[in-house]
Structures are given as structure tokens and as C-alpha cells.
């Protein structure tokens, strides 16, 4: 339910401006739309996805959504910028029920979960260096994920800026892209390696907002 309610809330509020007519996007990617400053995650517009491959027959994909987090953005000085986000672990969403009950499911008898648990820890990224290349960048910070941290760089890039008009918010946003790929092995989470695939791609789309 909760779901359904972000996903028609965008367009409750959009609703007056299309009565309106056409009207241009209020975002785009020219970075003269980006004033700077620090910027909550927009949970309801950010997500990672995440793909391994199954049994060498087919990819498949997962969810991770209601990101929180912030980002403290100079565009004069992108090299400076800081990212801290957290991922709630426990709201993954797949398309088979049965396989999302497993990610999250007590391991038997009292054992080791083959995934993540019952009631696992909030997954983080903190940043710890940027390296800007125009409108792209490689991000390198920590992640931690099943109770361990690692060193991650994501491949990003700049996707749009600018501010909402009034009748929805009017607050300035700023969007990226970004991937990377982690070994879910190097964080404890080896279950059927190598049947199911070791190495996860990660698809992020991070949506931030001030």
C-alpha cells in the first residue's frame, strides 16, 4: 500500500499542471540548475537495483528502495562532495515472493540465514573521496552490508537538476546515475556461489532534494 501511495503522489501533485497543458520538464542536464548546499535523499525516487546471474541461464534483478541519506554538493568544488546514504536491508524487493521470503527468512533450526535474516542491519555507503571527470565521477567510499565494510567506487554520472514549480514543492532537485559491482562472498552472503552468480551488479538511481 505504501508503495502504490509514492508512486500516485507524484502524479496528485502533477495533476493541476497538466490540466494546464503542456509545460517544459522542470529538470535537465545542465548543471547551472545545481545552487549547492546539502540535499536529503528523495526515498521515493531512489533506488538500487541489483542483478546476478542465475544458474547461467538467465540474469535476475532485485529492488532495494527507501533510501535515506544526504549529500552535500559544491558545484564549484565537486572533488569535496560527501555522500552518506542508508538502505534498509529488510525492505528488498523481488518479483517472487517465495525468493524475497528466503532472502529474509531465520536461518533453520537457529543456524546461519543462507541470506540476510529475519531482521537484518540497515546496508551503508559513506564516501570518502570523489574524482570528478565533467559531468561524471568515480566515487569511492565505504559499504557496509551483512555486518561488514568494504571499499566500493561507483561509476557516476550527472543525470539532471532543477527546481519543482511551486504547485509541487518547489524545492531544488538533483538527480545521478551510478553502478558499480560488488562479490556478495566478500560480504558473507556466499549462499550457492558459484551456481548463482558471486558477482552483483549494482543500478542506482539517486534522486536528492533541498
Given at each position: ?5 509514492l508512486v ?9 499542471l ?52 544526504t549529500l ?9 562532495a560527501?555522500?552518506?546514504?542508508t538502505?534498509?536491508v ?9 525468493l524475497?521470503?528466503?532472502?529474509l ?5 537457529g ?9 537484518p ?7 570518502t ?7 561524471k ?11 561488514v ?10 543525470y ?5 514549480p ?26 550457492g ?18
Open positions: 500500500m505504501r508503495r502504490s501511495l500516485l503522489l507524484p502524479l496528485a501533485l502533477a495533476a493541476p497538466i490540466a494546464q497543458g503542456p509545460m517544459s520538464k522542470p529538470g535537465s542536464a545542465n548543471t547551472a540548475g545545481i545552487s549547492g548546499g546539502t540535499y536529503t535523499v528523495d526515498p521515493g525516487h531512489t533506488q538500487v537495483v541489483w542483478t546476478l546471474d542465475h544458474l547461467g541461464f538467465s540474469p535476475y534483478t532485485g529492488i532495494f528502495g527507501d533510501v535515506t541519506g552535500t554538493l559544491d558545484p564549484k568544488n565537486p572533488k569535496a560527501k555522500v552518506d546514504v538502505i534498509p529488510s525492505k528488498v524487493t523481488t518479483a517472487s515472493a517465495g524475497t521470503q528466503h532472502l527468512r531465520p536461518g533453520k533450526d543456524g546461519r540465514p543462507d541470506f540476510f535474516g529475519a531482521s542491519a540497515d546496508a551503508r555507503f559513506v564516501s573521496s570523489v574524482v570528478p571527470n565533467g559531468q565521477a568515480q566515487i569511492t567510499g565505504n559499504l557496509t552490508l551483512n555486518g565494510t568494504k571499499p566500493v567506487t561507483l561509476d557516476a554520472s550527472f539532471g537538476a532543477g527546481k519543482m511551486a504547485q509541487m514543492g518547489g524545492k531544488e532537485n538533483v538527480g545521478f546515475r551510478a553502478t558499480t559491482t560488488i562479490r556478495r562472498s566478500e560480504f558473507g552472503l556466499g549462499f556461489v558459484p551456481m548463482v552468480g558471486d558477482e552483483v551488479k549494482l543500478d542506482i538511481a539517486a534522486a536528492f532534494q533541498k
